[in-house]
């Protein structure tokens, strides 16, 4: 009688090769497809982690290259300097020109040596300082822009005399001061000892993110939407008020009325990239709260960069649709004289303010003065060599 051994191995098939063996092929070649998917699988992750260095290389050097053109043109250009607003847009480059300095030490804690980095306490912590501190400034100040300018529109007779230069750098020193202190929370109060990263869903404290940052953000945002919405209404209403106006010209009024159709074009771009940019990644902060999304998910990392473009956007928003940064650039990139770099309040605003007034009551009492301005100004618009 056979054994069931000698049976087995003699049921073979034509090439001799017994079932056994057939089965421990096939075992091989499963373990085999196995690694290779998990190879693949690794690929696939390389070449996203890949395109998003490359998204946020890009993002990098736009908001280095836009913050330090505004920088630049605020600190050599006089008339640039004389504007008081002004000052808060140099405030704001100089916060997102951190954030962007910033951008690489947060990026490189999910490369292979910020691995060994996230470890130490000191490095970790200190991300999450530079980082906050920077982007509660930058917002911050974006507020206090649109606090300018509403006082600018509706208070337009008074602004000199509510908007001064001290009062400005009163308003910028809160505003570091208040983001210094809401970035120093997290050094004191954290879950590093518990922490297995050095991510923000591991070590920021949940209190944190859901009182302290994620409600600030909906404050701001919400504050920002009912200035600029009064802005624009109020803009709306000087605009009908010079067209049924019989005093002054056809070109007085047009030119009065261009300003106040960029104060609209200009309201929808700053609540529509603000939006878009913050309020994802304060969605995905929100779903770290209840364990929907971690930090080194794709999801966390295109929120965050969508966050960080949002201050490679504002040097184009604040600075280069006006008219006299737009010189005191073409200056600055040129190498030419600073006192080429003539700013017109008015159009610096893109909106109605006091000096549009004065402006209007000048050409209602003398009918020449404004053709008498223009001239100079289109010598020194050539020379400049800008296009308007």
Known sequence: MESPEYGWFNHSNGN?????????????????????????????ISAGLLLWLIINAIIFVFILAGNALTIVAVRTCRNLRSVISNLFILSLAISDFIVGVALPYHVVFYMGSGLDLGRLRGFCLF???????ACCVSILTLISIAVDRYIAVIYALHYRRYMTRRVAYMIITLNWCVGALVAM?????????????????????????????TPGFVIIWICMLVFYWRIM??????????????????HSSHSMLHPDWKSVQIVVFIMG???????????????????MCRSNSMIYKIAF?????????????YSWKNAGFRRAFAQTLCCKSASCCRIDADLELHL????????IDSNSSNGYAA???TKPNEKLSTQCQVAQ
């Open 352 to 359: 109605p303010s006091d000096s549009v007034k004065q402006r």
């Open 16 to 44: 001799g090769i017994s079932p056994r063996t057939n089965g421990a092929n096939e075992l091989k070649d499963n373990l085999m497809d196995i690694t290779t998917a998990a190879t693949v699988g690794q690929q696939r």
């Open 371 to 373: 053709n008498a301005e």
């Open 127 to 133: 991300r999450f300082f530079l980082f906050i501190c």
């Open 273 to 291: 990239c603000f939006t878009i940019c913050w309020l994802p990644y304060f969605s995905v902060a929100i779903a770290q709260l209840f364990r």
């Open 305 to 317: 960069s969508l966050a960080m473009a949002n201050s490679a956007l504002n040097p184009i928003i």
């Open 185 to 213: 929370i997290p050094i004191f109060w954290n879950k590093w000892s518990a922490a297995q990263g050095c991510e923000f869903d591991e070590v920021l404290l949940p209190w944190y993110v859901a009182g302290v940052i």
């Open 233 to 250: 209404r109020e803009a709306s209403k000087q605009a009908q008020r010079l067209r049924q106006s019989v005093v002054y010209n056809t």
